[in-house]
């Protein structure tokens, strides 16, 4: 029987282990070896330790409200897009609203973790632990990894001849980036596409000299602000896009969302992507097309080889003067802590079961949360695996045995091992994967139900944006103020921008109710179908996360 749990990490996925281990009657005990919570989120000067933070100017990808915690919505006076100092305010708000400080140990650096010698029977970890110059042997029923997946840096320098020999300009990692200060009037190339590559771009262009940024795949750029002024993940994450996905063939859907994302302008002028495109990014920036516009970022293939000052690119073409190159390259994630035996059972998250638990492991009391790429926030995604985790912990919920597990992930897991900076393609769908961990762990809300016992509720389900309060309106953790959140986020989506009133007589109230009615039987089919012919499958489509 489980007891004690080892929470390691106090970012996101440690602060909702350690609720959840709370309300499943579990003692939890967080190691974090920095001296306060937020993980990532927390921004640092300097890299203290190693750790690794954002830099200075970040904001949220993912909105408020499809980001927070299930069963504790952000304020309503915070904006839809939370720089980084707001979101560890939230996060502060929630570790002290629900009490969770008392059970993290700060400045606590786990240093190994290892199976006892009767873990066949027991299930019993031992965690060794360093304070200062103290260490200290702990043992454990269970233990949540909660450390996620940006922890080294992916720095491929094999793949880019000179780099290290020839080139005698500066090169770098982007997680050693803070502010724009030290590139001021430089020639800067970015490598690598991703968020944050076309994030630093952006920045760099304002200070710089001249941005190059060069691009080995085709990507496609959103804006987080979509039609109408809405958050565009509240206006795309709906469970009736995810029916309609489901619905109709990939190759239409594919072709749908490549015109919508050329409404806002034609990718092909721009060099980024082709509709007939196979392999693919999508990336969230709102000025990057501008700055492609204006000629302050410009945009480069793969580079071939660098020499003493220059980079020389696939093409053929060469940008001479390179004072810095910066790669946004991604991490790769490493559990030195683990003992070996443990980490070689998973070279990625695509070996574990539900990307959480080691299959072969002889009694399942490692998870390892958060370690997941979603087309959604993280967030979610982390605090729906740690009520599933320690719902088993508690005996509430079962996992099938290990054969099944293993089947089950031999299934999902593409028989080639791919290259890290590749993991963009590798995304979840965040509703299949959300509703299949809510499913395990008998929370997942059910459309139909709702239709014959709630139908304004129910179309706010089914229409609306899938807000992580879906998932508090039944089974284990049930929260009462789940519906009320669900029928007021869009009133809490716009309380920030009504800092000027205008004056507006039109009364939409008669139309939305009008379409209320025309949805009813579109949600009843939906509801039915999914319930009888349910495909949950792992999306490639990337997306915003937080």
Known sequence: MVRRVAVIGAG?????SIKCCLDEGLEPTCFERSEDIGGLWRYADSMDGGRVSVYRSVITNTSKEMSCFSDFPCPEDFPSFLPHGLLLEYFRMYAQHFDLLRHIHFKTTALSVRKCPDFATSGQWEVVTETGSVQESHIFDAVMVCTGHYQEPYLPLASFPGINTCFKGQYLHSREYKDV???????????????TGGDLSVELSRVAAKVFLSARSSTWVFSRVSDHGFPFDMVSTTRFNHFLDWLLPSALTKRIRFRKFNSWFNHRNYGLASTKSSNFKVIINEELPFCLLSGTVVLKPNVK??????????DGTTEENIDVVLFATGYIFSFPFLEESVRSLFDDNRSLYKRIFPPQLEKPTLAIIGLVQLTGSVMVGAEMQARWVTGIFAGWNKLPPASRMMADVLKKKPPVKRN???RENLKISFISYTDEIASCAGVKPSVLRLLLTDPRLALAVFFGPCTPYQYR?????KWSGARNAILTQWQRTLKPLRTRVVDDSSNGSDSWRWMCLLALPVALTAGFLLSKYPRLGWSPRAGPQL
């Open 420 to 422: 890290p900076s590749e």
């Open 305 to 314: 080889e660098f020499t003493k000052s220059s980079a020389v690119f696939e």
């Open 181 to 195: 200060e030290a590139f001021r009037g430089k020639r800067v190339l970015v490598v690598g596409i991703g968020n």
């Open 12 to 16: 996101v996925g440690g602060l909702a």
């Open 473 to 477: 309106l039944v089974g284990r953790g």
